[in-house]
T-cell receptor, first 119, second 112 residues
Framework: GAVVSQHPSWVICKSGTSVKIECRSLDFQATTMFWYRQFPKQSLMLMATSNEGSKATYEQGVEKDKFLINHASLTLSTLTVTSAHPEDSSFYIC???????????????FGPGTRLTVL | QKEVEQDPGPLSVPEGAIVSLNCTYSNSAFQYFMWYRQYSRKGPELLMYTYSSGNKEDGRFTAQVDKSSKYISLFIRDSQPSDSATYLCAMSASRGNNRLAFGKGNQVVVIP
């Protein structure tokens, strides 16, 4: 249980184009989804938190107009990197959280990640 | 001072050895503690979850929490090459869908 998928797993795009990444919770309804960025040999950097049906909360320093997040349903959140540039190349990982029976509701279940390369 | 400190390693051990990993934290409000395992180019996978001081065992894995010292540990017994990964500690102050504070991650290599 608690499976999260991401699509695509990797993408290469030209500078200036937009890229959309999907995050789905496959076997549970996620009340909250998180988007992270990870550089090689670095820890996870939280970009934003989103709850279904409401606007995402962005971390300080993350441009909300560049990284558009839509949490359309309890099982789907999307991250769109608009006008991507080479410095946006990174590993993007989503996670989903919900209150399971017996749990505290703060465990996060991660997707497999999406590797974005901007040429 | 970062909220969560974790020595990034890398840590190399021979197959069969015990792997010992730890994190320290500064926020005394943290009550929920997690260990994640991340293989290269993959998302993190939840390994252990604890919310009280003491030990929790799951197979070859033991998570230990000492709230008085603000110190948590993960032990891997009879380590296998398949345990080679990066291990991240994470913690949270309260119930509900809150952000987690992560350590930097500790790269472990188990040598056959």
């Amino acid at each position: 249980g608690a499976v999260v998928s991401q699509h695509p797993s990797w993408v290469i795009c030209k500078s200036g184009t937009s890229v959309k990444i999907e995050c789905r919770s496959l076997d549970f309804q996620a009340t909250t989804m998180f988007w992270y960025r990870q550089f090689p040999k670095q820890s996870l950097m939280l970009m934003a938190t989103s709850n279904e049906g409401s606007k995402a909360t962005y971390e300080q320093g993350v441009e909300k107009d560049k990284f558009l997040i839509n949490h359309a349903s309890l099982t789907l959140s999307t991250l769109t990197v608009t006008s991507a540039h080479p410095e946006d190349s990174s590993f993007y990982i989503c996670s989903a959280s919900t209150l399971f029976v017996g749990g505290a509701g703060n465990e996060q279940f991660f997707g497999p990640g999406t590797r974005l390369t901007v040429l | 001072q970062k909220e969560v400190e974790q020595d990034p390693g890398p840590l190399s051990v021979p197959e069969g050895a015990i792997v010992s990993l730890n994190c320290t934290y500064s926020n005394s409000a943290f009550q929920y503690f997690m260990w994640y395992r991340q293989y290269s180019r993959k998302g993190p996978e939840l390994l252990m979850y604890t919310y009280s001081s003491g030990n929790k065992e799951d197979g070859r894995f033991t998570a230990q929490v000492d709230k008085s010292s603000k110190y948590i540990s993960l032990f891997i017994r009879d380590s296998q090459p398949s345990d080679s990964a990066t291990y991240l500690c994470a913690m949270s102050a309260s119930r509900g869908n809150n952000r987690l504070a992560f350590g930097k991650g500790n790269q472990v290599v188990v040598i056959p």
